[in-house]
């Protein structure tokens, strides 16, 4: 059986950074060789994999790493989720991933689980709590809407902001983000409100 491919994925990785692009290719190549009946698609801006009108997998590429997320991982030998989406971990070249032959099984597994009809499961570690940086808290006292909103979140919702300033490498990258906050919290937003809708 051919494998079904979408023209959206050969553009997201035409456009993905130069070391990533190797990846996704690896990635889509193993995924159809593992479930050569799996439908490509673009869900939340990122490819993703459809068997039986169900998501398979989905990866993506980011500016240093790329990731990959099997749907299905009860039962998955592989769990390296603590810097990145996906249960492989930050991926930042073929070196990173399992075998090809053993990342086709991981994918086989899956996929016999999705039609065995087995429910996605999640297996979250609670995390630890993540104070907000004086800069944030200082940003947010001069905005009462937005100090109001973000108290309001549950601690996931806050957690989102807080990580993604202090995620930022450079001074000129944190202030942008300090100020993006405070307008998108002003106006009740979440950090990924824009997926929200997906």
Known sequence: MAASTDPRIDAYIEKAPEFAQPVLTHLRAVIHAACPEAE??????????MLDGKILAGMS??????????WQR?????????????QFGRIESLKDLPTKSELKKQIATAAELLRAGAKRTMKHEP?????????????????????RTFEGFPPS??????????????????????????????????????YEAC
């Not at 490509?40 to 994999?49: G, L, M, V």
């Not at 590429?61 to 099997?70: V, Y």
């Not at 995390?127 to 100090?147: G, I, S, V, Y």
């Not at 989102?160 to 942008?176: F, G, M, P, Q």
């Open 40 to 49: 490509e698609t673009i869900k939340w801006s990122r490819p993703h994999f």
């Open 127 to 147: 995390r630890p709590l993540l104070e907000a940086p004086a800069d944030l808290l200082t940003a947010l006292t001069a905005n009462a809407k937005a100090r």
């Open 157 to 194: 919702k806050q957690r989102d902001y807080v990580e993604w300033i202090l995620e930022a490498k450079r001074a000129e990258t944190r202030e942008k983000r300090l100020a993006q906050s405070v307008e998108w919290l002003s106006e009740g937003k979440a950090r990924h409100w824009k």
């Open 74 to 86: 009860e039962g998955l030998e592989s769990d390296k989720n603590t810097e990145a989406m996906g």
């Open 61 to 70: 590429a980011f500016k240093a790493h790329c990731a990959l997320h099997l």
